[in-house]
Nanobody
């Protein structure tokens, strides 16, 4: 089992930056792929970013590529999502996720095994 707890959400203005954090516990998190998803009201949960177990490889959705950066600190069991140039359409509940498989390009929520409770990001125009 893996427990995930997100933090760092809030209300920001368009163009601002925000860093989300995810604290992981349970099984050895350095052996699992980590990612971030988001879900806006009335929309399906969508993939945002993922990072490999050793942090060498990352994968992003087209909508966030170049603006968001995912990183992880295995020594601290932490995963981060650095968000720059936020837009109103980035507003959503952001979820930290983990998967036991090795692929980081698994953009479908069903391929992920563990989820946090989410943290709200609101972007004002």
């Amino acid at each position: 089992q893996v427990q995930l707890v997100e933090s760092g959400g809030g209300l920001v203005q368009a163009g601002s930056s925000l860093r989300l954090s995810c604290a992981a516990s349970g099984r050895t998190v350095r052996n699992i792929v980590m990612g971030w998803f988001r879900q806006a009201p009335g929309k399906e949960r969508e993939f945002a970013a993922a990072i490999s177990r050793n942090a060498v490889s990352t994968f992003y959705a087209d909508s966030v590529e170049g603006r968001f950066t995912i990183s992880r600190d295995n020594a601290k069991n932490m995963v981060y999502l650095h968000m720059n140039g936020l837009k109103p359409e980035d507003a959503a509940v952001y979820y930290c996720a983990a998967r036991v498989g090795s692929a980081i390009s698994a953009a479908t929520p069903g391929f992920w095994d563990y989820w946090g409770q989410g943290t709200q990001v609101t972007v004002s125009s």
